[in-house]
């Protein structure tokens, strides 16, 4: 399905190209067919993937970025193999594993915090741009992520979203529909390498 997409003035040169092509590449990815799966899956390293046909809400973000020349995997693998005590320890792990750690909402949220900008969370729209990242708490403690997309709500209220939630790859109006827990601009200058 093609889609018309609304651009935005809302950086300047270099910058808006970068997040104008993120969220293109966020949009691309909704025309792909994927099943949610949150299985562990031993994967290529670097510039790894799971099936293309299977995916989380981390995987939409991992291969929007890998679109516009960022790979996530190596990122998050590289920061976390010299900064291990800094990302969460939320799954008894000793060290590092290049298969999965990626592909948690908790340390992305880590990794943009400490190499892209951690932005306001707030309920006001104007506050998010298309390219942003959000992070959400679905409810008892269960993490989501997505990108802000050039594409707005059908009121013209607010940036719409690509994430998945369970249905697969997929455009959605729920930048507001649980509780915010981050908000971040990683790219262009912000990028590791």
Known sequence: MLRLLFVGLFFSGAQH???VKLSNAALELTNQQVE???AYFFITYPNGDVPGNKGVCTDVIIRA??????????????????NFDLYPQLW?????DKNIDHRRVPN???????????LKKSKDPNEYKPGDIVTWDLGKGIGHIGIVINEKSRDN???LVVHN?????????????????G??????????H
Request: include cysteine; proline fraction near 1%.
């Open 157 to 159: 209220a607010r940036y």
């Open 183 to 192: 908000h971040y601009r990683f790219g262009s200058e912000n990028q590791g």
């Open 65 to 82: 970025y890998r679109k516009v020349g960022i790979d996530l995997q190596k990122e998050v693998h590289e920061d976390m193999k010299k």
């Open 17 to 19: 190209d970068f997040f």
């Open 108 to 118: 992305l949220m880590v990794y943009f915090e400490r190499h892209g900008v951690a």
């Open 36 to 38: 949610y799966d949150p």
């Open 165 to 181: 939630i369970g249905n697969g790859q997929e455009v959605s109006d729920c930048l507001f529909s649980y509780e915010i827990t």
């Open 92 to 96: 008894g792990l000793r060290k590092t």
